[in-house]
Structure formats: structure tokens, C-alpha cells
């Protein structure tokens, strides 16, 4: 069989239930819906952690962010690192990048080019979406080799601006999770969030057309993720599935039934093994997940029991993990004192600053208090078909004592294995918990 050529497209700070494919109605995304009805459409997939940078590095190397070297925000992947990108490389794939970077300098080498999304396109200003050289690295592809592209957004991630698309959202037609109050400031954010996805659709669809163009969209399978979750509070840097599940969207015609749903676990660390499978070439022994290469034949196959995700320091200093099967999610948080911040960014949202006022007025419910909260709970169970939006720790429920054997003794064996630990230093937070501005002297 001829090896596919691969495109794999990373979107930035998308909340999984924040697309079309996956149940949002007020937001426009006809080209994420194309790709879901002409592909498959996972509905367990989860990032290794919800934080930007690392989730990129675990991906591009098939490793959990404390096994890269690069675990915390903008820490930048170390040269020894392997990653999937120069083995597609030596086994003829053109290879490269066009977008958002945020890898660091030491593995620009592995891909044939890199094109880095803030830079001028034909003297033209970016505009700020991150996607403006996606067109001109397709194009500059040469046509006798399969490819890889490695296409990643700036779109959704902050700082919002109003006129990002000519018809933008309506704030009324926002859907708001129950952890964020329904008020008139987090309805405005949200919309100008959805502008921002919506942006990013456009250029999905300029991609297809462009395939389409160069006569290679059926022979080419298209991966779409986001690296985190949304970038409000309790979403963003958190292990909740609002932080770490990402939405999944296979197209490869005659491989991947249209419109077809896989229901199976997969995690970010599998993408690397994955794409080499597609190759026909061998697992990397450095590589820390596992290939679901036959889920997108057989979307009933399981690949794995458990996905396992942590948050290290981002802004802020944090140390939290998770495990997670079909059904229940176990958390433990390493420094409960501290509390469940957002990043610095989303503290300085007009949502999170609302929410402020409204809990100084006791007006927020106990859900959405949960970003303040200190000490925080050590230990969290939830059951996510009852309760999807993880409102509710049972970690105290008798009647989910097996459950919570079984999660608990699935973290300790996976931190075995992985030689995951606690820092034995907290990193110092960098940011203000309140007002998100920098911190003169970091907090130690």
C-alpha cells in the first residue's frame, strides 16, 4: 500500500465542545463539520497535559511533558529529543512546519521547512491567527515525495479583539458551561473566542481546497486536535476534561468510514506512534504511547484501559495528575494549598475579572467558585457520564470504592513506569492570582 502523505493540524486553546462536530451550535465551523462527515470523530481523546508548549512537545516526540525536558511553559525541547518528524523524514516524507512554533530552537532541523506564523506573507502583515503560511508551505511542497505537514494555529488562543471575523458571533448564541457565570462580560469573551475558531475553519477550508487543488486531498490523512482546552477558568491548565480532552477529526478516504465515531481512549502520546504505523515504519523505543493506527478501521477496537495527563507550572506554580478511563476520572493534586488558577492570560479576561467582582459579592455558585478555592481537595473522583462537566467529587462515595482502587493504583504504576515524581522545589508563580499582572519579585 502507498504511504499516505499526513497533515496534521493543531488548533490553539480549543475547547473539544467548542466546534460543530462536537455538539456547539453557535459557533460557525462548516469546515470542521466537513471533515467530521466525511472522516471519523473521536470522542475520548484527551491531551497528555493542558498547557501549550508541553502539549506540542509531547506530541511531536510521543513522550509525557516530564520524560521531553520541556514540561513546563516555554521551556524549549532539548536537541537529544526524538520525534516522529525526522523518521518520516528518513523514510522519504518532505517534511514541514507552517504556523505557530512555540517548540523552541534545537529541532527547527528535522523538518525539511519551517515557516513561522508571525512573519510577513508577500510584505503583508499576519493577522494573528497564526495560519497565514500554511497556503505558501502546501504550495512549495515538491511533487514527487510524500509529505508531512505540521500545521499549527495561533486561533483561538488570547487576546481577543473584536472584528476578527466580518459577521461576527452574537454573545447570545454563546454556550456557557456551568463552572462560569452566565453574565453579559463571559457571553462577550466567548463570542470573541468563537470569532477566533471561526477564523480558524477558514483556513481548515483553504487547506481542503488547496489539497483539492494539487490533486492529493484523497490520498493525504488529515488529523485535526487542539493542544489544551479553552482558555477560561477551570478549563485551560487544569486536568478536568475542559483542560485536556481534545476534539479528534480523521479524514482519509477509503481508510476512515465517512461519518463514523470511535468511542475508544486515545491520548496526544499516541499521535507519534500513529503516524509512523501510517508509514510502515518501526516504533521508536524512546516513544511513551501507543499506535491506534487500527481504531480508524475498526472504531470498536481499544488501544488502552487509561489516559493519564499532568499540569505542571504555567504562570503559576502547580502539580496535579490525572488518570482516566471510558468512565471515571481520578485527580491528585500534589500542592492542594494552592489553588486552581488560570493561566495569566484568562485571569486578565473580562470573564475571570467578572467573576472577581461577583465572588467579592457572593454571588458566584459553589462551581464557579472552584478557580479560588484553598485549600483544594488532594484527591478528586468523578464520574464523567453522570457528570460530563465534573461538578461533583465522589472521591468520598462508598459505592465508588473500586473505582477509586483501581485509578489510584493506575496513577502509582504509570508514575512507575514513567519515573514521574513531585518537584522537590516549587517553581515561584510569575504572575498575580488576582489581577494577572507580573509579579515585581516572584512568589516563592
Known sequence: MPRPNIVLIIADDLGAEDCGPYGCKGVRTPNLDRLAREGMRFTRAFNTCSSCSPSRCSIITGRYPHST??????????????????????????????????????????????????????????????CTQWLSALKERPKDKPFFFWLASIDPHRPYFEGTLAVPHKPEDTWVPPFLPDVKPTRKDLAMYYDEIGRLDIYI????????????????????????????????????????????????????????????????????????????????????????????????????????????????????RSARSTRFKYIRNAWPDLPGTPPADAVKSITFQEMRRLRDLGELSPEQLTCFVKPRAAEELYDTEADPQELKNVIADPKHADTLKELRAALDQWQRDMADSVPAIRPPDTFDRETGDPLATPRR
Open 69 to 130: 525536558g520541556a514540561e513546563r511553559l516555554h521551556m524549549p525541547l532539548p536537541k537529544a529529543q526524538v520525534t516522529f518528524v525526522e523518521k518520516l523524514k528518513a523514510a522519504g516524507y518532505w517534511t514541514a512546519a507552517a504556523g505557530k512554533w512555540h517548540l523552541g530552537p534545537n529541532v527547527k532541523d528535522r523538518f525539511d521547512v519551517v515557516k513561522e506564523g508571525d512573519k510577513l506573507v508577500d510584505g503583508v502583515k499576519p493577522d494573528g491567527s497564526g
Open 205 to 320: 477550508g483553504k487547506v481542503l481546497a488547496e489539497l483539492e487543488r494539487q490533486s492529493v486531498l484523497d490520498q493525504t490523512a488529515i488529523f485535526f486536535i487542539t493542544d489544551n482546552g479553552r482558555p477560561f477558568p477551570r478549563c485551560k491548565t487544569s486536568v478536568y476534561d475542559s483542560g485536556i480532552q481534545s476534539p479528534l477529526l480523521v479524514r482519509w478516504p477509503g481508510h476512515v468510514k465517512p461519518g463514523s465515531t470511535c468511542a475508544s481512549l486515545v491520548s496526544s502520546v499516541d499521535l507519534a506512534p500513529t503516524f509512523l504505523d501510517l508509514a510502515s515504519l518501526p516504533m521508536e523505543p524512546t516513544f511513551q504511547g501507543k499506535s491506534y493506527a487500527r481504531l480508524l478501521a475498526d472504531p470498536a477496537a481499544t488501544t488502552r484501559e487509561h489516559i493519564f495527563a499532568e499540569h505542571n507550572w504555567h504562570d503559576y506554580t502547580a502539580c496535579e
